[in-house]
Nanobody
Framework: QVQLEESGGGLVQAGGSLRLSCAAS????????MAWFRQAPGKEREFVAS????????YYADSVKGRFTISRDNAKNTVYLQMNSLRPEDTAVYLC??????WGIGVVSEVDYWGQGTQVTVSS
């Protein structure tokens, strides 16, 4: 049974930074791509960033490119999302997902396991 647990969310002022973590258990973490998505109230879940199994291939939504950085530590079974220059429109529940393959992904349908999410709130 694969389990993903996010942490690191909170309340931050616009322009601030947060670092999210997603710890995985119960599976071969280093064999799979990992991704971050987010979902704001009343909106669909949207892709934020993903990373391939080795940590080399990374992909970002245009809205976060240059501000967010995804990384992973396979020795710790953990994926991170460093978020800088946060904006009020970044406010959402952030969820990590494990890809069905070893590669980076960009859509909800390519995720087979999800965490519960962590709330990020950016005040103006």
């Amino acid at each position: 049974q694969v389990q993903l647990e996010e942490s690191g969310g909170g309340l931050v002022q616009a322009g601030g930074s947060l670092r999210l973590s997603c710890a995985a258990s119960g599976g071969f973490f280093s064999n799979y791509g990992m991704a971050w998505f987010r979902q704001a109230p009343g909106k669909e879940r949207e892709f934020v960033a993903s990373v391939g199994w080795s940590g080399i291939g990374t992909y970002y939504a245009d809205s976060v490119k240059g501000r967010f950085t995804i990384s992973r530590d396979n020795a710790k079974n953990t994926v991170y999302l460093q978020m800088n220059s946060l904006r009020p429109e970044d406010t959402a529940v952030y969820l990590c997902g494990r890809a069905k393959t070893a590669w980076g992904i960009g859509v909800v349908s390519e995720v087979d396991y999800w965490g519960q999410g962590t709330q990020v709130t950016v005040s103006s």
